[in-house]
C-alpha cells in the first residue's frame, strides 16, 4: 500500500468522526470544532488525489492542492462566522445551546 | 512507511479526542494539536504550500479563535451537558458515520489507476506566468477566479458578521482593550514577536512566486500579528466605520477585479495576463489581495463591534 | 543518513505523542496546554528532522510558521484564562 | 570532511532525541504541575536546541541555519512564556494541582 493511501483511509476515518461528533455534541462550539474535523479528512482526500497525481517532475498535483488552500482559508471564514453567531447568540440568551424550547433551568 | 502509520494513528487518536473529551477547552487544545499533525502528514503527501496553510490558517488561527470562543462561554460549561442524546441515537449516528467512512474508503481504495492528473500541463505553462511554484500559478494565474471570488466570500463573511453587532454598537470598536502592562511578560513577548512575524510574513508572501508559500500563508501571519499586538493591548482594535480600514479591506479584489476586466483589453479574456508581463501583473494583483486577506482574517477573529463608536 | 534522520522524526514523534496521554489525563487546563507546548516543540523537531530526510527545504518554513503561531496561539491561550477567570467569578 | 560533519549531526540529533523521551518521563511521572513545568520546558527546548544544532551541520548556506537558529528562537520565546504564565495561573488558583 502507497502512503498516500494510508492516509487517504485516515481522511475517510475523520469524515466519520468528526460527522460523529457533528450529530451527538449537543453543544455548539464542539459542533463546529467537529465540522472542522470533516473538513480536515475532506481536505486529506484531496491531497490524496494530488499526491497520486504526481508527474511532470512534481510531487503532486498542484490544482487539487490549490483547492485545498482555498478550501482552508473559506473554512475558516464559516468557523468565523459561526464562532461570531453563537457568541450573539449567548450574549443574547444567555445561553449557548440551540435548544428551542424554554425547559432550561 | 512505518512513520506514515504512526503519524496517521496519531492524527486519528488526537482527532478521536477532539470529539470524545468532555471539557470544551481541552477539545480545542486537542484541535490545535490535530491541526499541527496534519500539517506533518502534508509534508509526506509533498505537499509544503498546503502544509503552510494548514499550520497558519488551519492550526494557528482557528486555534486561536476557539480558543477565544471557548473561553467566553466557559459559564455554560454546565447544563449543555444535559441534552444529551439518547443511547439509541448515538448508535444509529455511530452506525450512520461508519457506513459513511467505509464508503469513502472504498473510494480511495479504488481509485483509478493510473491517477488523472494535470500536474504535466501546469508545469508546461509554468514559464507563461513566470512563477516558478505551480501551486501559486493554479491559484494566480490558471484558476484566478477562484481566488478572486474566494477573496470576496471572506469580504462576505466579515461583512456578515460585522451585522451580527447590536445597531447601537455599529460602527464601533470590536472586543474590549486590554490594558498595556509594560512589565508584563505577554507584552514584552508581544513586542518582540510582532516585528519579527510581519518580517516572516512578507518573506512567505514574497516566496510564494518561486517556493511553497503565497498570499494566503503569508497574510495568515500578518494577520496573526495583528491580533497579537490587539490581544496585548499595543494597539487598539480598529472601529468598524473607520474608512482606511474599509479601503484596506477592499482594495484587493477591487484591484484582481480591475486588471482581471482590463484581461479583455489586454488579452482578450477575463482575468487573461499579456504574457510578457504576467510576473509583474500577477505581483501587483497579489500585493494588495495580501493586504486585505490578512485584514479580513485579522477581523474576522476579533469579531464584531462590541463598544459604541467614539465619536 | 536520510534513514536515520526518518528513525530520529518518528522517535521525537512517538516519546512526544506518549506526553500527549498528559492530555488525556488533565486535570487541569495548566496540563493540557503543556502537553500541547510539548507537541509543538516535539513536532517542529521532527518536521525539521523530515524537512532534511526528504530534502524539502520547504518544510522547514512550515516549522517556521508553528514555531511563530505556537507563540501566538500561547498567548490566546492564558489571554483565554485570565478572561474566562474573570467572566467566570 | 563531509563524514565528519555526519557523525557530529548524528551524535547531536541523538542527544536531542534523549531530552524529548527525558521531558515526556517527566511530564507522566512527576506529582504535580510546577515540576512537570520545570520537567517540559527545559528538556523539550533542550531536545529542539540539539536537533537543531544536529540540522546546521547539513544546513546549506548561510540563510538556512540563521532560519533553523530562529526557529529555535521563536519556540524557546514561546515555551519561556507559557511556562511563566501557567506557572502564574497554577499558583494564582492556589492550589498543587
Known amino acids: ?105 | 512507511m512505518a512513520f506514515d502509520i504512526g503519524l496517521a494513528t496519531l492524527v486519528l487518536g488526537v482527532a478521536a479526542w477532539t470529539i470524545a473529551a468532555r471539557d470544551t477547552f481541552a477539545a480545542v487544545i486537542g484541535f490545535v494539536a490535530f491541526g499541527l499533525l496534519l500539517a506533518l502528514v502534508w509534508v509526506r503527501l509533498a505537499a509544503p504550500d498546503v502544509a503552510l496553510a494548514e499550520a497558519a490558517l488551519g492550526s494557528g488561527l482557528t486555534g486561536g479563535l476557539l480558543l477565544r470562543a471557548s473561553s467566553r462561554l466557559a459559564p455554560t460549561k454546565g447544563p449543555a451537558v444535559i441534552e444529551k442524546p439518547s443511547a439509541i441515537m448515538r448508535l444509529a449516528a455511530s452506525v450512520l458515520c461508519t457506513l459513511m467512512s467505509a464508503a469513502l474508503a472504498a473510494i480511495v481504495l479504488l481509485l483509478p489507476e493510473p491517477a488523472p492528473t494535470l500536474a504535466p500541463q501546469a508545469a508546461a505553462n509554468l514559464a507563461a506566468t513566470g512563477l516558478g511554484n505551480p501551486v501559486t500559478a493554479v491559484l494566480m494565474a490558471y484558476r484566478a477566479i477562484d481566488t478572486l471570488l474566494e477573496v470576496v466570500v471572506l469580504l462576505l463573511a466579515l461583512a456578515g458578521m460585522w451585522s451580527l453587532a447590536p445597531d447601537h454598537l455599529w460602527g464601533g470598536l470590536p472586543g474590549r482593550r486590554d490594558p498595556v502592562d509594560r512589565d508584563d511578560v505577554l507584552t514584552f513577548d508581544a513586542q518582540l514577536l510582532v516585528p519579527i512575524g510581519i518580517l516572516v510574513g512578507i518573506h512567505i508572501f514574497w516566496v510564494g512566486s518561486v517556493a511553497p508559500g503565497g498570499e494566503f500563508q503569508g497574510a495568515t501571519i500578518l494577520a496573526a500579528m495583528w491580533i497579537l499586538a490587539m490581544m496585548t493591548g499595543l494597539v487598539d482594535a480598529p472601529a468598524v466605520s473607520w474608512r482606511w480600514l474599509r479601503l484596506a479591506l477592499v482594495v484587493g479584489p477591487a484591484v484582481f477585479l480591475a486588471i482581471g476586466l482590463a484581461g479583455f483589453a489586454l488579452a482578450g479574456a477575463f482575468l487573461a495576463y499579456p504574457e510578457s508581463h504576467a510576473k509583474l501583473v500577477i505581483l501587483t494583483i497579489e500585493v494588495p489581495v495580501t493586504l486585505s486577506i490578512a485584514a479580513t482574517l485579522a477581523l474576522l477573529v476579533v469579531g464584531p463591534a462590541e463598544r459604541a463608536p467614539q465619536l | 543518513m536520510a534513514d536515520f534522520l526518518l528513525v530520529a522524526a518518528g522517535f521525537v514523534l512517538a516519546s512526544v505523542a506518549l506526553g500527549l496521554v498528559r492530555i488525556l489525563r488533565g486535570p487541569n487546563d495548566a496540563d493540557r496546554i503543556m502537553a500541547a507546548q510539548l507537541l509543538g516543540t516535539g513536532g517542529i523537531a521532527a518536521l525539521l528532522l523530515l524537512a532534511q530526510a526528504i530534502s524539502m527545504p520547504g518544510a522547514v518554513d512550515v516549522a517556521l510558521i508553528l514555531a511563530l503561531l505556537a507563540a501566538f496561539v500561547s498567548v490566546a491561550f492564558v489571554k483565554g484564562v485570565d478572561h474566562s477567570e474573570v467572566d467566570g467569578a | 570532511m563531509s563524514f565528519a560533519l555526519d557523525v557530529l549531526t548524528i551524535l547531536a540529533v541523538l542527544t536531542g532525541a534523549f531530552f524529548f523521551l527525558a521531558g515526556t518521563v517527566g511530564l507522566l511521572r512527576f506529582p504535580d504541575s510546577l515540576s512537570r513545568l520545570h520537567a517540559l520546558t527545559k528538556a523539550d527546548n533542550l531536545g529542539l536546541g540539539f536537533v537543531i544544532l544536529g540540522l546546521l551541520f547539513q544546513a546549506e548556506g548561510l540563510f538556512a541555519a540563521l532560519k533553523l537558529v530562529g526557529i529555535w528562537l521563536f519556540a524557546l520565546l514561546a515555551g519561556a512564556t507559557v511556562a511563566q504564565l501557567i506557572a502564574r495561573t497554577a499558583r494564582m488558583s492556589g492550589s498543587t494541582m
Open chain 1, 1 to 105: 500500500m502507497r502512503a498516500a493511501t494510508l492516509y487517504g483511509l485516515c481522511g475517510a476515518v475523520l469524515v466519520g468522526l468528526g460527522l460523529f461528533g457533528l450529530i451527538v455534541h449537543p453543544q455548539p462550539l464542539r459542533k463546529i470544532l467537529a465540522f472542522n474535523l470533516i473538513g480536515g479528512g475532506v481536505f486529506l482526500l484531496f491531497g490524496v488525489v494530488a499526491r497520486r497525481g504526481a508527474s511532470a517532475g512534481l510531487g503532486g498535483d498542484p490544482v487539487p492542492q490549490a483547492l485545498v488552500i482555498t478550501g482552508l482559508v473559506v473554512a475558516f471564514a464559516a468557523t468565523a462566522l459561526a464562532v461570531a453567531l453563537l457568541l450573539r447568540l449567548f450574549q443574547e440568551t444567555g445561553r449557548a445551546t440551540l435548544r428551542s424550547d424554554d425547559s432550561q433551568p
